[in-house]
């Protein structure tokens, strides 16, 4: 209506905080450009504190909309030129040039301060060149500068912002406010320069205004009582309609604002990626280059020619990849993971366009397209313009090698990581909203540990009145509201964890770059939705751990094989391999190790590769909450035909017998089976993809389940597909991922099948990792016959090793908790040919010190030469040296120096003296020890489960090595208790575990009365009475050293 | 010289317990929050223990109780027990956080024996509603370490405190961390074993300090006491758990604290005629309250009753979290009060306070108020009228900085019942406060009525119009 007013002003709102400028602004930028287009406005600034990290936001919030998005910036510099007051103001980008000068002022102010905050002097912004931004002015008030310092400010301006420079006025309706309005017409006298309205909008709409005042309150670090004058008078500081700027500005200053906005054309779409222009040999083109390596590539991977079904299918990619001009792309990959071979550190590739023939030629990825049939269309898509997306996972304990080569190879200046936008949780927001209502800190955490996260129907605001939080109901209202509203504002940056942006010319050209929290690090301010949503590539170079362990279980085979040992040279689909998967022994192995796996295994049954691919993604809260795990093992195992209700739904469908598994799958279900466009389905796979944070699925509900009755499907698939939809909310698991990481489960399993003793080695040696502790590991690695032998100074290294032609698996100095890696090495090294021969030679030979020595009497790692780990310990508390430089060996440096006095220590206390030096014994389990002692009289052991029928009552105890409520079940705890044979698992259902928190909660040593369950091989035993018998491990032996 | 130890395992508690009616399980936790450091029977008994998380605590018993422990309080408090135990034994130790250490063998003459010493201070104990682990010793060392470990007799046989001390687990020796690591590395387990090792060997292997801890809990080596000197003033202080909102709850913890206040006084053979009263609020400024009394007085009964018709006069203006009753002023009781109270001896202090007392109790404690600016952008709380007794030094606000406001403002807006016949400036808008629940969304104007006076008007969000104040 406003718009067709024709006496209705136009106007462009200029100078506009969203909540990127924390602890400030109290709307996001989507609110604002929402309501800005609402309002009518002409276009919209969001002129964040030294920074644009909110431009993107806005941008796509305001892409189809006829109001104008303007970059821009507010700025308070540190220091002000000679007698003038210090300058405050707003610089607008008119240009991408002058974008890319905003942006290099904002990176310098960043990166010359702590992470979050900036530092900007008079002399950077002579220095800087601003000649396409332009300025508006926030003259000092009547309070803060006399005026001949603000008149000095505005002359100061007016000589570099010459035709550039606006003065902003506003109106708040504030006490002063004429003062200041006759002092802004004054200068605008003086210096001849225009003035222009401007709204100094700190919120969408006025009801922002307790979320606005409570953010103040935490910026001053003081409560809302409290805040007294830090707080704005009136809530006028949000988007106002048009007719009441009429009212309160003359028409001249709102013109300003439109001709201010006309002026700036940049616009934030149109930025381009440009790739770096090195990787390309000179004298050639980057898709001649390409194709160059590509088939290259292809000789080595297909020595004896490549399948024509992959030929063609490079061929496709090629052209794909040319159409879209992603070489640079590919290239960029292909430079990281070459440098990575090339330095021995592992890599692979993951995402949809990695798994690709191209990227198999590349070396990016191990998944050979000829093996698998896969799905390649969302590679690339063709119709939504969305850069590719590859993750390259390195070993964690060396991505920083590689880290450190893209910054020396593009250099800081074209390097940076992209941000993780830290939003407001319930827990912080509860917290920040209580400190600002100035309720009890000690209250306010009790409250959290109160509520129950998984129960969303928790009532807070009655539990905000039941903990006496306040007395009054109208503030618990409040605070209801304010905590939902926080919920999700950003609160500051932080490092992406593998995300690279490189470019071709100055990163700061493209988007500003400040300093991260780590030394050295720095990040761009956009996170990696910013960067999709404006189309711009990031490269993910990630950490895992497993990678780190096969590359070392590889070596030590390669060791024992006296040849190089590779990924590519073990066999493929290996029916021992996938029998030891069957069974649900699988600790160690990639992916498939959680409880919730192993149970899965021995229902599944995996045969083939692919369908390790399944298992990967099926234990995910996505198939769980969609019940599509029984309708596919029914299917698998023969149970229930397999049918489609057409072809369409077939080809999506046919590979997962008719059930949805992958995100993929359900998006495309989605458009086959509830006639979605493809827009709708990318829309809903961005929802699904923020889900989390602040998406919202509902809208699609209605749709899809209209669609799939209309289109004759049943309405409980219907419900179902849905419900699977939400479960991949944030945690969406594409087929492109799990292909990927089922090799890795594959190549894991081998050697865990085929060389127990390198598969335990490496994964000791590659901690801390995965689910299970060294105890653990040690524990399975001996259930699989590996002999493993104790820490023992002639004869570890720093590292586990293996010894002799038995590959004895012998743990490395590294057991030993709180030894000195220098101090193991010089054990290591300077150990004599026979050994060493007494404590005083060790310690003179390898230089330690006392507390190495006593660390390696802890461990009674000096088998050799004492008797016992007591004996070790007295003979090293003799604190008179030897004067080091003349000291000759006397034969009584190799006297055992023997106390009678001491006591023998008994099995007991050796047990938990291994516990307390090494987290784990190699002597005999203490529930054997307590077991023997009678302790355990009805108990069975996990092994002795295993022969027991289903449906009976039985007693189990061990030590709880896991406690888990997942999400996916409702209120079941799950609990590990281990024994000398095994683990148990015990389930917990909720009205149990609520009669009995005490013992379930710190029992350490757990005793279940319960019902032996049975599915298969999976044993569960249904708990029913839990007694803690924790103290039982102090009656071990006569020892009071905590048990940990 | 024969020594007692008394261990409070719970002193915080004790100290919060003994002002309450209800029994709710409660827990001390340590002042971040995270971690219980003292739990109540009641809460152990549902399994809270210390060193838990409180997370896992309010887990186990959902009603808990929290208390946050304030290391100056704990001093405080048993500071508060030390003057009490002054008056049966004269050479007394604090060992902070929760111990006190007696010399008693100089007692047993004047009790008659060492049982009847024992009794005595158990009777003491219990009068005062404490849980202490007491235990005797021939070194102040020993005494404390079997006391610590719930081992304690009433004896004062030396051969059968050593025997106790031997068989005692060398985590209750107090050895520092480190120390006991290296002793149990050598698979000792008790302090006997400890003690059969040859004291140059331990000196040598171990360290000279660790012999000499050793040397002083046997007694072989001296370990003097510096004793404490009790305070000149008498303090109190109750704190709650759960606020008081009414004068009468106040009652119940003082009666406890004014029969204190009497056996102290009756101790220090002195009377007073001054007592202050500070009542703690959770968001406000403390209440303070000076009750005179006509003459010297130390009966409890009798300071009792002033207060009460004192808390009877005036209702509380918000719940109360601590309650701190002090005494400095005695006066001997031989010696006759001091005729006029505005006498040279007087500094000029004292006659301000004897001047407002006597003006309060004339025109009662509401006619009194000091004013001071308040920030806050609402017009009728920029300003405050605060208790005269008040400490509080508000904030100073440069003049220049403030809004501009009448001189006079009414005390409450009264309707403008005719329309002005100029305005002169506004709007200024005026929105906040809504968080304490007075929001207000008024636009001000300054404008002239029929009368030619100035006046501050407003209209509010209802549409009324009121006059809110006048201009000179």
């Known amino acids: ?1044 | 010289m024969l020594w007692l130890y008394l261990h409070f395992p719970h002193l915080l508690l004790d100290h919060i317990r003994r002002d309450r009616q209800d029994q709710r399980p409660l827990v001390i936790v340590e002042g971040t929050g995270q971690h219980v450091l003292q739990a109540c029977p009641e809460a152990r008994n549902r399994g809270v223990q210390t060193g838990m998380r409180l997370k896992t605590a309010v887990t186990l018993a959902p009603e808990l109780g929290i208390v946050r422990a304030q290391p100056e309080q704990d001093a405080r408090i048993l500071e508060d027990q030390a003057r009490w135990l002054y008056r049966y034994a004269a050479h007394i130790t604090l060992v902070s956080p929760d111990g006190l250490l007696a010399e008693i063998g100089s007692l047993q003459k004047l009790y008659g024996g060492l049982p009847a010493v024992w009794q005595t201070v158990e009777q003491a104990l219990d009068e005062h509603r404490l849980t202490a682990w007491a235990a005797t010793g021939h070194t102040p060392l020993a005494a404390r370490l079997i006391a610590r470990a719930g081992k304690g007799e009433c004896t004062g046989d030396r051969g059968h405190i050593l025997r106790t001390l031997e068989t005692m687990s060398l985590a209750t020796a107090e050895f520092d961390a480190k120390t006991c690591t290296r002793l149990q590395r050598l698979g000792l387990n008790t302090l006997g074993e400890v003690f059969a090792l040859p004291a140059p060997e331990l000196a040598r292997r171990l360290s000279p300090e660790i012999l000499a801890h050793i040397q002083k809990i046997r007694g072989t080596r001296p370990d003097p006491q510096a004793p404490w000197q009790p305070p000149h003033s008498f303090r109190q202080q109750a704190d709650f758990v759960q606020e008081i909102e009414h004068s009468q709850g106040l009652l119940f913890p003082l009666q406890r604290m004014l029969s204190e206040l009497e056996d102290d006084l009756c101790w220090r053979q002195q009377d007073t005629d001054s007592l202050h009263l500070i009542l703690q609020h959770r968001h406000e400024e403390d209440t303070r309250l000076r009750i005179r009394t006509s003459g010297p007085e130390h009966r409890a009964d009798g300071f009792l009753n002033l207060i009460r018709l004192r808390l009877e006069q005036q209702p509380l203006r918000a719940p109360v979290v601590a309650l701190v009753l002090s005494v400095k002023r005695f006066i001997g009781r031989e010696a006759p009060a001091g005729q006029d109270l505005l006498g040279k001896s007087q500094d000029l202090n004292e006659a301000w306070h004897t001047l407002i007392s006597r003006l309060q109790a004339r025109l009662g404690d509401h006619a009194l108020k000091r004013l001071s600016p308040q920030e806050d952008h609402r017009p009728e709380r920029a300003w405050s009228a605060s208790e005269v007794q008040s400490k509080h030094k508000p904030r100073l606000t440069n003049p220049e900085h403030l809004p501009r406001r009448p001189l006079w403002l009414l005390q409450g807006p009264q309707p403008l019942t005719e329309p002005p016949t100029a305005w002169f400036s506004g709007p200024e808008r005026i929105s906040g406060g809504w968080w304490d629940g007075e929001r207000v969304h008024r636009d001000y104007y300054i404008a002239q009525l029929r009368s030619g006076q100035l006046a501050w008007v407003f209209r509010d969000v209802r549409e009324g119009w009121f006059i809110h104040g006048w201009f000179g």
């Open chain 1, 1 to 1044: 209506m406003a718009g067709l007013d024709s006496a209705m002003p136009d106007y462009a709102e200029l100078f506009c905080f969203s909540n990127f400028t924390f602890l400030t602004g109290a709307s996001h930028p989507h609110e604002l450009a929402e309501r800005a287009a609402e309002m009518g406005y002409t276009a919209l600034a969001i002129t964040d504190t030294c920074s644009v990290a909110g431009i993107p936001r806005a941008w796509a919030a305001l892409k189809d909309s006829p109001v104008k998005l303007i970059t821009g910036s507010w700025f308070a510099l540190e220091d002000a030129p000679d007698g003038a007051a210090t300058p405050r103001f707003i610089l607008l980008a008119r240009t991408r040039r002058g974008y890319g000068q905003l942006c290099q002022l904002i990176t310098t102010g960043r990166r010359r301060a702590e992470k979050g905050l900036y530092r900007l002097f008079f002399r950077d912004v002579e220095t800087h060149e601003l000649d396409d931004c332009l300025c508006l002015w926030l003259p000092p008030t009547v309070a803060e500068a006399n005026t001949d310092q603000a008149q000095a400010c505005g002359e100061w301006l007016l000589r570099l912002f010459e035709h550039r420079l606006w003065i902003a006025a506003t109106r708040t309706l504030e006490s002063g406010e004429e003062h200041q309005l006759a002092r802004v017409r004054w200068l605008a006298d003086q210096l001849r320069c225009p003035i222009t309205a401007c709204g100094e909008v700190h919120m969408h709409s006025r009801e922002r205004q307790p979320l606005q005042d409570v953010l103040t309150a935490l910026r001053y670090h003081t409560t809302l009582e409290h805040a007294g004058y830090c707080l704005f008078q009136n809530g006028e500081r949000y988007l106002r309609p048009l007719p009441v700027l009429q009212r309160l500005f003359p028409e001249e200053w709102l013109n300003q604002t439109l001709r201010i906005a006309e002026a700036c054309s940049f616009e934030p779409g149109s930025l381009r990626y440009e790739y770096p222009p090195d990787l390309v040999p000179s004298g050639e083109t980057p898709a001649g280059y390409l194709k160059r390596l590509t088939h290259e590539g292809e000789r080595q991977r297909y020595p004896g020619g490549t399948p024509l079904q992959v030929q063609a299918l490079i061929r496709k990619e090629l052209e794909l990849i040319s159409l879209m001009q992603y070489e640079h792309y590919f290239l960029t990959i292909h430079d990281i993971v070459a440098f990575a071979r090339s330095q021995g550190i592992l890599c692979q590739g993951r995402g949809s366009a990695a798994n690709s023939a191209v990227c198999y030629c590349l070396g990016i990825t191990e998944v050979n397209p000829a093996n698998v049939e896969l799905l390649f269309e969302r590679f690339i898509s063709k119709d939504r313009d969305e850069p590719p997306d590859i993750d390259v996972d390195f070993e964690h304990e060396r991505r920083e090698e590689v880290i450190q080569y893209i910054y020396q190879r593009y250099t800081r200046e074209r390097a940076a990581l992209a941000a993780t936008v830290i939003r407001y949780r319930p827990r912080s927001a509860i917290r920040d909203v209580g400190k600002a209502l100035g309720f009890d800190p000690a209250l306010v955490e009790q409250l959290l540990d109160g509520i129950d996260w998984r129960d969303k129907a928790t009532n807070w605001r009655q539990q905000v009145l039941d903990k006496h939080l306040t007395r009054n109901p109208s503030v618990a209202d409040q605070f209801f509201t304010l905590v939902n509203t926080l919920l999700g504002f950003p609160r500051h940056l932080s490092q992406h964890v593998g995300g690279f942006v490189i470019s071709a010319g100055p990163l700061a050209e493209l988007i500003p770059v400040e300093n991260a929290a780590m030394k050295d690090r720095t990040v761009i301010q956009w996170d990696k939705d910013d960067l999709e949503s404006l189309g711009l590539m990031k490269v993910d170079v990630l950490a895992l751990g497993m990678l780190s362990a096969i590359r070392k279980a590889l070596a030590l085979i390669g060791e024992q094989k006296g040849v190089p040992f590779h990924i590519q040279d073990i066999p493929q689909e290996d029916p021992a391999t996938y029998a030891m998967l069957q069974k649900g022994d699988s600790i160690g192995v990639f992916q498939v190790e959680s409880r919730a796996q192993i149970n899965m295994l021995p229902r599944l049954k995996p045969e083939t590769y692919y369908d390790l691919v399944i298992e990967v993604a099926i234990v995910r809260p996505g198939p769980i909450q969609g019940d599509m795990v029984h309708p596919y093992l029914r299917r698998k195992h023969g149970l229930e035909p397999v049918n489609y209700p057409n072809d369409a739904v077939r080809r999506v469908l046919e590979r997962t017998l008719g059930v949805p598994i992958f995100q993929e799958q359900v998006i495309k279900l989605a458009m086959v089976a509830a006639g979605f466009s493809a827009g709708e389905a990318d829309q809903l796979r961005r929802a699904m993809a923020a889900w989390k944070s602040h998406g919202d699925l509902t809208p699609f509900r209605e749709k899809l389940i209209t669609g799939m009755l209309e289109r004759g499907h049943d309405a409980d698939f219907a419900e179902r597909l849905y419900q699977q939809i939400c479960g991949f909310g944030g945690y969406g698991f594409p087929e492109s991922h799990a292909a990927s990481f089922a090799l890795l489960v594959y190549v894991s399993a081998w050697i865990k099948r085929h060389y127990p003793s390198a598969f335990y080695c490496a994964l000791l040696n590659s901690q801390p990792m995965g689910f299970y502790s060294p105890s653990q590991l040690v524990q399975d690695a001996r259930r699989h016959q590996v002999q493993v032998l104790p820490p023992d100074v002639n004869h570890s290294q720093w590292d586990h090793s293996l010894e002799g032609p038995d590959r004895h698996l012998r743990l490395g100095l590294r057991i030993i908790q709180g030894l000195s890696r220098e101090g193991a090495n010089r054990i290591h090294q300077n150990r004599p040919g026979s050994g060493y021969r007494s404590a005083t030679e060790l310690r003179r030979q390898a230089h330690l010190n006392q507390r190495d020595m006593e660390l390696l009497a802890g461990a009674n790692a000096m088998p050799g030469f004492t008797t016992n780990r007591h004996q070790a310990y007295w003979q090293l508390l003799d604190h008179e040296q030897p004067a080091a430089l003349f000291a000759q060996d006397t034969p009584a440096d190799y006297q055992p120096d023997h106390c009678p006095l001491l006591p023998e220590p008994s099995e007991g206390q050796n047990v938990l003296a291994d516990y307390a030096s090494q987290g784990l014994t190699l002597q005999r389990h203490p529930l054997a020890l307590l077991r023997e002692q009678g302790h355990l009289r009805f108990c069975l052991t996990s092994e002795q489960l295993k022969n027991t029928r289903a449906g009976i009552p039985v007693q189990v105890a061990g030590l709880v090595t896991g406690r888990q409520r997942p999400g996916s079940a409702s209120g079941v705890t799950f609990v590990t208790l281990e024994d000398e044979t095994g683990n148990v698992n015990v389930v917990v259902w909720l009205e149990t575990a609520r009669r009995q928190r005490k013992p379930l909660l710190t029992a350490r040593l757990l005793h279940v009365k319960g019902v032996l369950e049975r599915e298969g091989d999976i044993v569960h035993v249904m708990a029913g009475k839990l007694s803690d018998l924790s103290h039982l491990i102090h009656s071990l032996p006569v020892n009071s050293r905590d048990f940990q």
